[in-house]
């Protein structure tokens, strides 16, 4: 059975920095392409960060150059370390299998962690 437990979020100042963790577990996580979502009330969920299994990273054009995206294939977890955090980046974080955005599986999807910026 997977499991996805995301962590790390909480409430920041605009401008201010956060670090995401999700632990994965019942797949083998060193061959997975990961990505990190994320979902803003009202709006559809996207993908803001993929990594590969070789360390590749791409990112959504609103948060290249803030955020970065990691992992640690040894203890089975990706890693967003978000900086300059702005208002539009609240949301609740999901990380998940993917590189498109359409491609991730539907039993990765854990409880998220949720995100608050302040303007």
């Known amino acids: 059975q997977v499991h996805m437990v995301e962590s790390g979020g909480g409430l920041v100042q605009a401008g201010g920095s956060l670090r995401l963790s999700c632990a994965a577990s019942?797949?083998?996580?060193?061959?997975?392409?990961m990505g990190w979502y994320r979902q803003a009330p009202g709006k559809q969920r996207e993908l803001v960060a993929a990594?590969?299994?070789?360390?590749?990273?791409k990112y959504v054009d609103s948060v290249k150059g803030r955020f970065t995206i990691s992992r640690d294939n040894a203890k089975n977890t990706v890693y967003l370390q978000m900086n300059s955090l702005k208002a539009e980046d609240t949301a609740v974080y999901y990380c998940?299998?993917?590189?498109?955005?359409?491609?991730?599986?539907?039993?990765?999807w854990g409880q998220g962690t949720q995100v608050t910026v302040l303007s």
């Open positions: 998940n299998r993917g590189w498109y955005g359409g491609d991730y599986e539907e039993g990765y």
């Open positions: 990594i590969t299994s070789g360390g590749i990273t």
């Open positions: 019942g797949i083998i996580f060193r061959f997975k392409t």
